[in-house]
């Protein structure tokens, strides 16, 4: 490599360095014996978001100047990840210039003697993770305590996914666990609802949801855990997660 070439990707690394938007971090170990001899080496601006470590830190020891940071168990993870020559997830907390933001630290070898260190904000992340477990928190009570019977299933095979108590109890079961895994066949769905190998309706029923996506009060038979022959209304609605289709039915009997 010609030293012209060498010098342009140096400077590009060193911009790469001051201008990413991911905190990042390099410490060398001066003494093997000692993990807290680390030595700060460089530190990009974002890192200061998630650290109380100012950019005029670079070139201090952290037993040195930081003998609080000392004391924690910081630099022996930092010297662990060194030692074992894999990267490590060291966990996550808030920044400690701005409180309301979380950051994840991972920690990763530069061999011989130096540990790198990227501080990711992952606050926005964990805003979606909590938005999303308060909307299945909501959909499980509503889905629980609905009046209308109702099932999800897998369309291929039509086994029970989930059911909420109303529909266990139309098919006389004492609760979702003696549902699900079994297939609607073993109730007689969409077939003359008398004993044998029922479900004779379903793959025209999919072929139909496939195309229209929902179907509204379909009338169908179906069989109870104890044999009883039973109608009902039933509404459908195909969808798909991650390329497998379910079906969501909601039941009324009649």
């Not at 299933?153 to 979702?176: E, Q, S, V």
């Not at 609802?193 to 793959?203: A, D, I, L, N, R």
């Amino acid at each position: 490599m010609s030293p012209h070439r060498f010098a342009e990707i140096t400077q590009l690394t060193e911009e790469f360095f001051e201008l990413a938007p991911i905190g990042m971090a390099i410490l060398r170990l001066e003494d093997p014996a000692d993990p807290a001899s680390l030595r700060i080496i460089a530190l990009n601006p974002a890192a200061q978001a998630a650290s109380d470590v100012p950019t005029h830190a670079v070139g201090k020891r952290i037993d040195e100047d930081f003998p609080a940071v000392a004391k924690t168990p910081f630099p022996k993870q930092l010297a662990e990840v060194m030692r074992s020559g894999v990267a490590a997830n060291l966990g996550e907390g808030p920044g400690q210039y701005d409180p309301t933001r979380l950051f994840t630290v991972t920690a990763f070898p530069i061999p011989p003697d130096c540990v790198g260190l990227l501080f990711e904000d992952i606050t926005e992340r964990r805003k979606q993770q909590r938005r999303a477990h308060e909307s299945e928190v909501r959909y499980r009570k509503i889905f629980e305590a609905s009046t209308a019977a109702i099932c999800i299933f897998n369309a291929r095979n039509g086994t029970f996914i989930d059911a909420n108590p109303r529909f266990t109890a139309l098919l006389g079961l004492g609760g979702a666990s003696q549902l699900l895994g079994k297939q609607i066949d073993a109730f007689g769905f969409w077939s003359d609802g008398e004993g044998g190998g029922g479900g004779s309706e379903y793959p025209a029923l999919l072929e139909r949801l496939r195309a229209e996506h929902s179907i509204r009060e379909v009338a169908f038979t179906f069989r109870t855990f104890g044999g009883q022959v039973r109608r009902a209304l039933v509404s459908l609605e195909l969808f798909e997660v991650e390329g497998a289709e379910y079906i969501l039915g909601i039941f009324w009997r009649v």
